[in-house]
T-cell receptor, first 112, second 115 residues
Framework: EAQVTQNPRYLITVTGKKLTVTCSQN?????MSWYRQDPGLGLRQIYYSMNVEVTDKGDVPEGYKVSRKEKRNFPLILESPSPNQTSLYFC???????????FGPGTRLTVL | AQSVTQLDSQVPVFEEAPVELRCNYS??????LFWYVQYPNQGLQLLLK??????LVKGINGFEAEFNKSQTSFHLRKPSVHISDTAEYFC?????????????FGGGTRLMVKP
């Protein structure tokens, strides 16, 4: 089944404790992206990647890192999480930029 | 830079009534436009998209949207809604000249269909 998977789905952590949210797609898509969703703000793009080893900042990259060492994986790294990063995070992929984006199920992160 | 405004945060409507969800965007260049739907506790699904060509775009579940360049709008419509259409709807835009560029979302419109 074609899908985007994220892990974990739920995470509660404390300020400053490094964490990684994994994202994987099995559709051989070139383009992958991370978003955060906050009430009233819609989705805001954190980082995107047009291909392996090619990443770029979105609207709200501060406090986040990404890497794209393999085509299928695009992990989101929070080196020192803070409470303002409490949010619902979505990973998405598409065959190419501008194409239909397929979204993962979301990761709900709470930073205490 | 591009931006998207969804003028209504909530739209209540009775079942079988028509509905229009409004979306306006701003961009200095040509754009691609999208509507996504998010059902409760789920990720987003694409409803429809405009890349080029006909300005009237038909999507899944009976939805359609019309691209109006002069008014910089991309309103979503459905002639008769069902209870199952209750969800949050997001309009999004990306710059056509730089495929793969940022996708900017509006704040979302919560459609509430009442029996």
């Amino acid at each position: 089944e074609a899908q985007v998977t994220q892990n974990p789905r739920y995470l509660i952590t404390v300020t400053g404790k490094k964490l990684t949210v994994t994202c994987s797609q099995n559709m051989n898509h070139e383009y992958m992206s991370w978003y955060r969703q906050d009430p009233g703000l819609g989705l805001r793009q954190i980082y995107y990647s047009m291909n392996v080893e090619v990443t770029d900042k979105g609207d709200v990259p501060e406090g986040y890192k990404v890497s794209r060492k393999e085509k299928r994986n695009f992990p989101l790294i929070l080196e020192s999480p803070s409470p303002n990063q409490t949010s619902l995070y979505f990973c998405a992929s598409s065959l190419y930029g501008g194409g239909t984006q397929f979204f993962g199920p979301g990761t709900r992160l709470t930073v205490l | 830079a591009q931006s998207v405004t969804q003028l209504d945060s909530q739209v209540p409507v009775f079942e079988e009534a028509p509905v229009e969800l409004r979306c306006n965007y701003s961009s200095s260049v040509s754009v691609y436009l999208f509507w996504y739907v998010q059902y409760p506790n789920q990720g987003l699904q694409l409803l429809l998209k405009y890349l080029s060509g006909s300005t009237l775009v038909k999507g899944i579940n009976g939805f359609e949207a019309e691209f109006n360049k002069s008014q910089t709008s991309f309103h979503l419509r459905k002639p008769s809604v069902h209870i199952s259409d209750t969800a949050e709807y997001f309009c999004a835009v990306s710059e056509a000249r730089n495929a793969g560029n940022m996708l900017t979302f509006g704040g979302g419109t919560r459609l509430m269909v009442k029996p």
